[in-house]
């Protein structure tokens, strides 16, 4: 099966990204470099995926999803 997922990546002060799967509800993840970051939510994802099909959930992915960014001057 095919699934698309949106990540939200966060630079950390001490460095590296913190990785959020906002589909998938606790799924985040950590990379000290963007690719680093990437393979892990990779990794991450499966993992959850594979947990959902085992236990015979829906797995939920962002294909029909609409997202903007929005900038506020205040």
Do not use: H, Q
């Amino acid at each position: 099966m095919n699934y698309t997922y949106k990540l939200r990546l966060v630079p950390e002060a001490e460095g590296g990204y913190t990785v959020f799967v906002p589909a998938l509800p606790g799924c985040i993840t950590y990379g000290e470099s963007i690719d680093e970051a990437l393979e892990m939510a990779k990794e991450a994802i499966s993992l959850y995926v594979e947990e959902l099909t085992e236990r015979g959930e829906p797995v939920p992915d962002d294909s029909n999803t609409l997202e903007y960014s929005l900038s506020l001057v205040a």
